[in-house]
């Protein structure tokens, strides 16, 4: 079977290496998963002036980081109305809150680091061109209101599809996740932080004093752990409510170089993200 390389990975500006781990070390902070997510974190644990240290199972941001859309926007897959309906508008504002600051803290990073990884801000384009699910998007286009989200009703699509009713959310975002990523890994290395690639973590046990991460070639011991994997290791209650899925996302070439900077996902069963861009 042909190996398809994730775009991002395909266009990232720079490929950096980190060695394996292959001798015991200790550290006062391990994180267990060098994505978007363990990076981020060992970037706010720089300012406690304490050792960290990466271990990544594969390469640096090419897991589930590497191989996402690059979008960045406020709107969940499962919808906000059915949030509302399972709990409340306050965990609804948590939500939107929380998507909003990751937004804008990645924009923040970027500006601070200078990380040139095609951050483009655009708008949002959520339609559907089923009648009985025009209703549920109206709901969602009144909570985003409500929530204080710059969106409105679309009374046209930038391509030629199909619709009955769309909205528009501005202000939404894409980057490349893997230049992005790259950027905060070299960084981190500039100051207390080790990265160790081609590392899986097969066993975490905890002590009084210490925990110890046993990878497939060494040992790590310490004080503290973090892991962001995308399901944690282990035996844990949350991969029982876990199951695989994938999202496909289209990248292309037109003929007439009219790209669009938009995001279009079709309000469905699933959603579908459909990116234009050079």
């Given at each position: ?113 200078e990380i040139d990884c095609n951050f483009l ?6 339609y559907t061109n089923d009648s009985k699910k ?144 050079q």
């Amino acid at each position: 079977m042909e190996k398809h390389t994730s775009i991002w990975q395909k266009t990232k500006i720079s490929t950096q290496n980190y060695p394996q781990l292959d001798k015991e070390i200790k550290t006062e902070i391990a994180i267990v998963g060098g994505g978007i997510t363990g990076l981020t974190a060992a970037t706010e644990l720089l300012g406690t002036n304490k050792n960290i240290c990466i271990i990544e199972a594969g390469k640096i941001g090419e897991g589930t980081t590497g191989h996402s859309t690059g979008n960045l926007y406020i709107p969940i897959q499962s919808l906000l109305s059915t949030i509302a309906s399972k709990f409340n508008k306050e965990t609804v504002k948590t939500i939107i809150d929380s998507r909003l600051y990751s937004l804008n803290y990645i924009e923040r990073m970027i500006k601070e680091h200078e990380i040139d990884c095609n951050f483009l801000k655009r708008t949002l384009y959520i339609y559907t061109n089923d009648s009985k699910k025009v209703k549920k998007l109206q709901t969602e286009l009144e909570l985003f209101k409500q929530n204080g989200l710059d969106v409105s009703i679309a009374y046209e699509l930038p391509i030629p599809v199909k619709f009955i009713f769309a909205i528009k959310i501005e202000n939404q975002a894409r980057f490349n996740p893997s230049t992005y990523i790259d950027k905060l890994a070299h960084n981190l290395t500039q100051h207390n932080c080790k990265i160790f690639e081609k590392s899986p973590v097969v066993n975490i046990k905890e002590s009084y004093n210490a925990c110890r991460i046993e990878t497939e070639s060494s040992v790590v011991i310490a004080n503290q752990v973090l892991v962001t994997t995308h399901i944690p290791k282990g035996i844990n209650k949350l991969q029982f409510v876990s199951f695989p899925y994938r999202s496909y996302a289209i990248a292309f070439n037109l003929k007439d170089k009219k790209y669009s900077n938009r995001v279009l996902p079709k309000l469905n069963i699933k959603v579908h993200s459909y990116k234009f861009q050079q």
